[in-house]
């Protein structure tokens, strides 16, 4: 539990962990660090929205992978952020994530249950063999 007026996310893996651990009132963080190498199956299919599918199918097997598991990393830091607002399991195809180069990236919500408004900013970088994502979700009151 964390007090009033403080947000935090945590994430981990074999040999690395993250904290993130902000102050603010009325939004929320999450984090999320993956190995950056492409595992032994396609994830894409569970992971990707159609939109998703269709802006990546241009790509190239190798960099598809790496995109692919950046957006998985992305939309877990989204769910860590977004959770303490909707309080139920957000499934991958709720979201579309199109990054760009500056290490930010487009977040778009489809809530099956319609929650929100909501506004979301993520950011992401890779180094060191990983790819360390973070989020912040908020209300908003422009959908």
């Known amino acids: ?26 939004f929320r963080v999450g984090v999320d660090v993956e190995h950056d190498e492409a595992g032994p199956q396609d994830i894409a299919s569970r992971v990707l929205a159609d939109d998703e599918v269709t802006e ?13 598991l950046l957006r998985f990393s992305a939309k877990e830091a989204i769910y860590k952020a977004l959770d303490p607002f909707v309080r139920r399991y957000v499934g991958f195809k709720e979201v579309s994530v199109a990054t760009r180069d500056d290490g930010g990236a487009r977040v778009s919500l489809r ?4 929650e929100g408004p909501f506004a979301s900013e993520v950011r992401w970088r890779r180094f060191d063999g990983i ?13």
């Open 111 to 114: 809530l099956r249950d319609g």
């Open 56 to 68: 990546l199918a241009a790509h190239d097997v190798t960099s598809r992978a790496r995109e692919v």
């Open 1 to 26: 539990m964390l007090p009033s007026g403080i947000s935090g996310s945590i994430t981990h893996k074999e040999r690395v962990a993250a904290a993130l651990v902000v102050r603010g009132e009325g």
């Open 131 to 143: 790819v360390l994502t973070t989020a912040r979700v908020e209300r908003s009151s422009v959908w």
